[in-house]
């Protein structure tokens, strides 16, 4: 079987074809680490995080690298402002990064580069194009010659012409061309930067990324992707750089992930709906947070909210009672019939679909209905009394097999005593603040954990069934 993919770059469906045979070069683009990352950072870390992991239950042997922008003006910006100095402010956010997309089960990447370690190849990509005349300096800035790229607009599908129409040389500006684009910033007072040819300065953000890809991955990599929003300009403008520097095609594939919403509107913080992944991960279990992401295919809009979030969490809760009826039926080592091979080659012809599914543009959404009806299934087999260890171990492993594809646990972590009483204490305090809907969350979760509580004059008690 072919696994087939978007390309945004011819706008159809391709079967993939790697440049190396078992192995894929895949480069994604990161965050600026100058915050907590909100939900539309997750949303890309979460999609190519499983299509990484799809690529190697297939058996290939992905090269992923995700990069940290660690300056720009935004990281400046929060410089000034918090009065610490860049480098400090953006390994605190790299940290967070790290510890908030890894309690949505995203894997770190094979390399994470970041702009600060990659200072040398960036100057030298940079005098490399002006070398070659796409580049050229104007007062201690280094722009990009938009025109000498004879592609240019090619991912977008846009023309040179229609983007000159909606381009304006600002008051002071030393371009030559309104679309031209900066590959080299002055320094300006006070400003962290690094000595170049062309004086003290730091990299635009496009040159960036075209630096970090050549670097870990050469000059044509697989796949290149990233959020939706990066298309135009971002990878536009990688393209035009390392085409024009390498004479060679940047990346065989482009992969963009679709914009989330927050009830139905744009996200931003002048709206006050501004969701950090950061608070999210306290409040909701990360599995659900992950299940939900996955159940609209990638490159589809989603909607987020309170409500469509906990609809998720109930319907992650029917895979896991499936599943860990399953699990009982195993320790409880009900042995009682043999292997029926009628339901071993069932559970097999969904592992099969599962696979078709993700072979056509990495569906995730129809992948996770074939885990209902895995589910339904498992069920149904389970309600006929008499069962097999063989049959019942198949159904597990094919829960497991897809759910680890899709980066999220059916498993339930049982809890230690200590956990317990916390949880108690907690409920305890909730109830005292009236936060009632706080402590019913608390019982229910300590329920679906065998955990019953017992509210007694003397203080709350609790037993395991």
């Known amino acids: 079987m072919t696994i087939k993919m978007y390309n945004s770059m011819t706008r159809q469906k391709e079967a993939f074809k790697p440049i190396e045979e078992g192995k894929i070069s895949m480069y994604v683009c990161g965050p600026t680490v100058y915050n907590y990352i909100h939900v539309g950072n997750a949303r890309p870390a979460i999609v190519f995080d499983t299509i990484r992991r799809y690529f190697e239950y297939r058996g290939y042997d992905v090269e992923y690298v995700l990069n940290f922008t660690d300056v720009d003006d935004k990281l400046i910006k929060a410089s000034k402002e918090l009065g610490e100095d860049v480098p400090a402010i953006a390994e605190r956010f790299i940290e967070a990064y790290k510890e908030d ?251 099969n679909t599962f696979v078709q599914e993700m072979d056509d543009d990495f569906n995730t959404a129809n992948a996770i209905s074939v885990l209902f009806e895995l589910a339904k299934d498992a069920n149904i087999y389970l309600e006929q009394g008499q069962t097999s260890t063989e049959v019942i171990d198949r159904f597990i492993q094919a829960f497991d097999e897809i759910s680890g594809v899709l980066g999220f646990s059916l498993a339930t972590e049982e809890l230690l005593d200590a956990d317990i009483e916390s949880l108690i204490e907690e409920r305890k305090q909730a109830r005292q603040d009236r936060n009632f809907a706080r402590a019913d969350e608390i019982r229910d979760q300590l329920a679906d954990q065998g955990i019953i509580l017992e509210d007694t004059p003397q203080g709350t008690r609790w037993k395991r069934q």
């Open 101 to 351: 997309v890894g309690a949505l089960n995203v894997q770190e990447a094979v390399h994470h580069p970041r702009v600060t370690d990659t200072m040398d190849e960036i100057i030298d990509f940079i005098q490399g194009l002006i070398d070659k005349g796409y580049a050229y300096e104007a007062d201690g800035d280094v722009y990009f010659r938009t025109r000498s790229f004879d592609d240019y607009g090619k991912l977008s599908h846009q023309s040179v012409d229609e983007l000159q129409s909606g381009a304006r040389i600002q008051v002071g500006d030393k371009k030559e061309d309104p679309l031209d684009f900066a590959l080299w910033k002055d320094a300006k007072d006070g400003e962290i930067a690094w000595s170049s040819p062309w004086g003290s300065g730091r990299p635009g953000w496009h040159i960036e990324c075209s630096a970090m890809a050549k670097k870990h991955l050469g000059d044509t990599i697989d796949i290149h992707a990233g959020g939706q929003d990066l298309s135009f300009p971002h990878h536009e403008n990688e393209i035009a750089q390392s085409e024009c520097f390498n004479d060679q095609t940047f990346a065989n594939y482009w992969l963009h992930n679709g914009y989330i919403q927050i009830d139905n509107e744009k996200m931003s913080k002048s709206l006050g709906n501004f969701i950090l992944v950061h608070d999210l991960v306290r409040e909701h279990d990360p599995n659900v947070v992950r299940f939900f992401m996955l159940s609209v295919h990638y490159r589809n809009p989603i909607n987020f909210n309170d409500e469509l979030l906990a609809s998720a969490k109930r319907s992650f809760g029917r895979l896991k009672s499936a599943y860990d009826n399953l699990m009982h039926r195993k320790q409880a080592s009900m042995n009682l019939a043999d292997n029926d091979q009628a339901w071993t080659e069932q559970v097999d012809r969904h592992v």
